[in-house]
């Protein structure tokens, strides 16, 4: 039996989503850029969102092998000190084909710490070694709950691999979180950094 296949479908009406599936839109908030910079800090964080996503573009280390990290606040930025609980694991992959390897990281993770929490380890700070990601902040504006963090990146490792790290967690605080600080563990930091809050339709 010969199969028989329908010609005269529109292709926007294969794509074409039904109107009770919700999508979201992405709306620019802020944009900074490092320049040999200490670090880059957002205040003015609000309930305006339910959920809010910071965009890494080639964030580069002025010290080779550096750390990127992040922390929040409930204070407008008086104090970066959140409790934070969180898991950390990265996949990595030499240029020369060498060490496949995916690897839990419990020095990189938190249990109940107000320390800065590690992004990306060991960020090589040549004029082409950058890394790039998105960090998603949830509902950070709760009286009521913890506020879930999920971070995904790859970057440029300092020894020659693509690394690609995935972190998790929350902030174990019931106050509203209203600023959120990235730096790097030593030395300064170049980048740009975006802030979107994600609008739901």
């Known amino acids: 039996m010969a199969l028989k296949y329908a010609t005269n479908t529109s292709?926007?009406?294969?794509?074409?989503?039904?109107?009770?599936?919700?999508?979201?839109?992405?709306?620019?908030?802020s944009t900074q850029t490092?320049?040999?910079?200490?670090?880059?800090?957002?205040?003015?964080?609000?309930?305006?969102?339910?959920?809010y996503q910071f965009k890494f573009i080639d964030i580069n280390p002025t010290t080779d092998t550096a750390e990127?990290?992040?922390?929040?606040?409930?204070?407008?930025?008086?104090?970066?000190?959140?409790?934070?609980?969180?898991t950390y694991f990265q996949a990595l992959h030499?240029?020369?084909?060498?060490?496949?390897?995916?690897?839990?990281?419990?020095?990189?993770?938190?249990?109940?710490?107000?320390?800065?929490?590690?992004?990306?380890?060991?960020?090589?700070?040549?004029?082409?070694?950058?890394?790039v990601g998105t960090l998603t902040l949830f509902n950070p504006s709760s009286t009521t709950y913890v506020?879930?963090?999920?971070?995904?990146?790859?970057?440029?490792?300092?020894?020659?691999?693509?690394?690609?790290t995935f972190v998790a967690g929350y902030g174990n605080t019931t106050s509203a979180i209203n600023a959120v600080r990235f730096q790097m563990n030593s030395g300064n930091i170049n980048g740009i950094i975006k802030l979107y809050g994600v609008k739901k339709s």
């Open 11 to 29: 292709l926007s009406a294969i794509t074409a989503l039904p109107s009770a599936v919700p999508t979201d839109n992405l709306i620019l908030i």
């Open 34 to 51: 490092a320049s040999n910079s200490a670090n880059i800090s957002f205040t003015g964080i609000n309930g305006t969102y339910d959920e």
């Open 68 to 86: 990127f990290e992040f922390n929040m606040s409930t204070d407008g930025g008086s104090n970066y000190n959140v409790t934070k609980t969180s």
């Open 94 to 131: 030499g240029e020369t084909g060498v060490d496949p390897t995916l690897e839990y990281r419990t020095a990189q993770d938190l249990a109940q710490s107000t320390s800065f929490q590690t992004l990306f380890l060991d960020i090589g700070s040549g004029a082409d070694e950058s890394l």
């Open 147 to 164: 506020k879930h963090f999920i971070y995904n990146g790859n970057g440029y490792n300092g020894s020659n691999y693509t690394q690609n």
